[in-house]
């Protein structure tokens, strides 16, 4: 079976068709183009970004992602998980905020420096 996907390795966009049984990439203008797509028909993965609630800063929320792409099949799960969060300011940048979300061997960590509020 042929998956026709859009590579999102490099702003060129090439339009990949990939062959599910045998992984052969079609349509790719450099090798990350193959790799992607080989990876994206086996095991999809994804580097989640979003915000949690902060309590004692004069931001509301905090942006926050994943460490490193985790499997596109957890995103939801993950997600849920970021959802129950609620920091206390000071916030750096690089505090993990989630250790081994949804036991992914990756962290959620803050991406925003927040100052506690007198």
Known sequence: MIKNLICIQCPRGCHLEVDTETLEVKGNSCPRGATYGKAEVTNPIRTITS?????????????????????????????DEINKV???????????????????????????RLEKIA
Do not use: N, W, Y
């Open 86 to 112: 609620t920091l206390t300011a000071p916030v750096e940048v690089g505090q993990v905020v989630i250790h081994d979300v949804c036991h992914t061997g990756v962290d959620v960590i803050a991406t925003k």
């Open 51 to 79: 915000t949690v609630k902060v309590e004692g800063s004069d931001m509301p929320r905090c942006s926050v992602r994943t460490a490193s792409p985790v499997p596109k099949s957890q995103m939801f799960e993950i997600m």
